[in-house]
């Protein structure tokens, strides 16, 4: 399909988007692209004979086949305007995504709106502890397979399922895992039915002998199976379902342990070596659908334990005057209340939560629920926002978050600059307190910069 054929694409550098450059390059296709910033994942993509030049290059068009490009490059970018008046075949990535998932035997695609990326980490570990040899295609850096992307066999494509501007409805899943379904990407769904009937969307494009996996726990997960006919099966931990957890508990490290329980038999015990309650959910989920393609279960709970989290997920950087950093991609309330959770199970002293929020319109949506989450941080530091694909037409500002903090927590700030930051940390924080830096934007610079 893609032998010889020469592909470009506008916006390689995306974590998404350097995957597919990959998974199109082992099928045979030649492959360029551009984007608009360097960094270490364009710097590899060139080390490993992929093309990419920084800055627009319409020039580039000229020799492809057909073009990719992410949802966020305009249609007046100059090689997308190349490429209509070249008369080019273009793809949106997500559209093109789901082309390449038709290629596999088995797509496995692990969606919700919290705990994609861990829980897909969990999967592709114990599938790749089974030697089954998976593509894999991530949206974050999983230590396994030091990146983002894992070429294997076209038996198995392990991926994450995004659902922002129903991305997912354009993929061939065969088997499915909705870890939760929440208020978020409310500039493109409006409303939280339109996002569970983009879920229901989603789930019946699995074929009959798909499998469905849900979190019974999760009310609004549970809406969208009304009248689905496929395959479910349900785990939890406080509602009854096919598989449960059971006997919790946690070492010092917040490291979770627990039982799982399927119909009252006792299947195994699991031993975590990551922190954080909600990641119990996400063992349960990853353990229900590698079982339903690895016979043995010691080797789904071998790929669980040694499992050690993907990149700026609660990630631990190092140690900044005796002080401990971290970082973490949560962007959501909810996300952000799972890294407080986390938080507090770590031994500190005090600790100092920088965040970014990501979007204009998603801090307008979530003001009063970002401030109640935020002012349970010992210190909380408000970065700018970071606009991603937006501008803003929300009036909306750093302050206002500031000032709903203050309301129930004085130990806030907001500073306009990465620089100012760094300095205020550096004069504040003390031995044996914990710096955490929040948001899916580039505020993780901070903590590197710190610990660097």
């Not at 060139?46 to 580039?60: K, S």
């Not at 996002?195 to 494009?205: G, M, R, V």
Request: aromatic share 10%.
């Amino acid at each position: 399909m893609f032998q010889n054929k020469k592909v470009h694409m506008i916006g390689i550098g995306g974590i998404s988007m350097s995957g597919i450059a990959y998974m199109i390059k082992d099928l045979g296709a030649i492959v360029t692209g551009s984007d608009v910033n360097f960094s270490s994942i364009i710097d590899k993509l060139n080390t490993d004979g992929i093309l990419v030049n920084i800055g627009h290059h319409p020039e580039m068009i000229k020799d492809a086949d057909l073009v990719v490009y992410t949802a966020a490059i305009r249609e007046d970018d100059p090689e997308r305007l190349m490429a209509k008046n070249l008369d080019k075949k273009t793809y949106e990535r997500a559209e093109f995504l789901g082309l390449l998932s038709k290629s596999y035997e088995n797509c496995l695609c692990i969606s919700g709106t919290h705990g994609k990326s861990t829980t897909t980490g969990m999967v592709a570990t114990c599938f790749l502890e089974a030697k089954l040899n998976p593509t894999i295609q991530i949206g974050a850096m999983l230590k396994e397979i030091n990146g983002n992307i894992h070429i294997g066999s076209q038996k198995y494509l392990i991926m994450e399922s995004c659902e922002y501007a129903d991305s997912f409805l354009h993929f061939f899943p065969t088997g499915i895992i909705i870890t939760n379904i929440d208020n978020d990407h409310l500039d493109y769904f409006k409303t939280l039915d339109n996002i569970k009937k983009s879920f229901k969307k989603y789930i019946n494009l699995l074929p009959d002998n798909g499998i469905l996996v849900l979190n019974n726990d999760d009310d609004n997960a549970k809406d969208i199976i009304d009248g689905f006919d496929k395959k479910v099966i349900t785990y939890g931990i406080n509602n009854n379902a096919d598989y449960m957890a059971k006997n919790i508990s946690k070492n010092e490290l917040g490291h979770y342990s627990f039982d799982i329980y399927s119909n009252d038999k006792f299947i195994t015990n699991i031993n975590l070596g990551i922190s954080g309650k909600h990641n119990v959910y996400n063992a349960l989920a990853a353990f229900i659908l590698s079982n339903n393609y690895i016979n043995d279960i010691k080797i789904i709970k071998i790929g669980l334990e040694k499992y050690r989290g993907v990149g700026r997920r609660f990630e631990y950087l190092g140690k900044y005057n005796g002080a401990f950093v971290f970082d973490d991609y949560a962007h959501h309330p909810t996300e952000i209340k799972t890294t407080l959770d986390a938080v507090v199970n770590t031994k500190h002293n005090k600790n100092w939560a920088i965040f970014q929020s990501h979007t204009y319109s998603r801090t307008k949506e979530h003001l009063d629920e970002f401030a109640d989450v935020l002012s349970n941080f010992d210190n909380i530091i408000i970065a700018p926002i970071y606009a991603a694909r937006e501008i803003n037409t929300f009036n909306i500002s750093e302050n206002m978050l500031v000032d709903k903090i203050k309301q129930k927590n004085k130990n806030v700030v907001y500073l306009d600059s990465f620089e100012k930051i760094e300095n205020y940390l550096k004069q504040n924080v003390k031995e044996n307190d914990l710096i955490i830096t929040i948001g899916a934007g580039d505020v993780y610079k901070i903590a590197k910069d710190l610990v660097s």
